[in-house]
């Protein structure tokens, strides 16, 4: 049963934007207000990162690297999480997952940047 659904990846040229949406679950619900979320990437041979993390109550953090580009955000009333990232990188590059609560993963969503 996949509890978290990522959406809005996709091929985009170097300097372009996305927005990636995840969204919970009806088994979710209840604990999605409660708990913090991140979104994570990984690349092609590389480990998986941790690109930015939110709060439950709206505290964000970011991975050095997607400062000033990236914002994540999260609308506990629809039980979704998002994540804009402008002025992409080819080295933006990777398969995005949503992550809540410490516990739950999505499925992933590909976001390509062309240089």
């Known amino acids: 049963q996949v509890q978290l659904v990522e959406s809005g990846g996709g091929l985009v040229q170097a300097g372009g934007s996305l927005r990636l949406s995840c969204a919970a679950s009806r088994s979710l619900f209840s604990i999605f207000s409660i708990n913090a979320m991140a979104w994570f990437r990984q690349a092609p041979g590389k480990q998986r990162e941790l690109v930015a993390s939110?709060?439950?109550?709206?505290?964000?953090n970011y991975l050095d690297s997607v400062k000033g580009r990236f914002t994540i955000s999260r609308d506990n009333a629809k039980s979704t999480g998002y994540l804009v990232m402008n002025s992409l990188k080819s080295e933006d590059t990777g398969v995005y997952y949503c992550?809540?609560?410490?516990?739950?993963w999505g499925q992933g969503t590909q976001v390509t940047v062309s240089s």
């Open positions: 992550y809540l609560g410490s516990t739950y």
């Open positions: 939110i709060t439950s109550s709206g505290f964000a």
